[in-house]
């Protein structure tokens, strides 16, 4: 689930859910409000990412995005965007608890609009070119844990 950064300019349309995804939404939101209430916490005047639901293929300010991309944070835009396909994809996987991989995936989009509001994503960005691509990589995984 990398943290989208390529250009691009925002033209979202509100994604209607489903019947069988609205499931997946109410969930993706609930989710995500429990991320607010650690968050607002521990975090003074936190600015709280928005959510966008889309399956398949969505423009964000980070650029388009298709399912291929599954889930992503645009630090750009401070969006958080959820495929539901790719929720849907997960259920299909026997194993894993769908839930626990869910929120999962949320908290870690979320994660990401953390370390952009701590600065830390533009400290790694700004290394780019600066450092080896094998440094900056490592830092780009850093980012992912
Ligand atoms: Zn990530």
Not at 21 to 36: R, S, W
Not at 56 to 73: K, L, N, Q
Not at 90 to 97: D, I, L, N, V
Not at 130 to 144: A, G, K, P
């Given at each position: ?30 989710i995500l409000?429990?991320t607010e ?18 399956s398949g ?89």
């Amino acid at each position: 689930m990398e943290q989208f950064t390529g250009g691009g300019t925002s033209a979202l349309t509100e994604y209607k859910a489903t019947p069988a995804e609205q499931e997946l939404a109410d969930f993706t939101a609930t989710i995500l409000a429990d991320t607010e209430d650690v968050w607002n916490e521990l975090i003074q005047n936190y600015r709280e990412p928005t959510l966008v639901l889309f399956s398949g293929r969505v423009s964000s300010a980070c650029g388009f995005a298709s399912s291929a991309t599954g889930p992503f944070f645009c630090p750009a835009d401070e969006n958080v965007y959820i495929d539901l396909s790719f929720f849907r994809d997960m259920e299909r996987k026997p194993g894993a608890s769908e839930d626990f991989a869910q929120a999962y995936v949320v908290a870690h989009e979320v994660g990401h609009h953390i370390q952009k509001l701590m600065g830390i994503t533009e400290k790694v960005q700004s290394q780019r070119g600066r450092i080896s691509q094998t440094e900056y990589n490592q830092l780009s995984v850093r980012l992912e844990l």
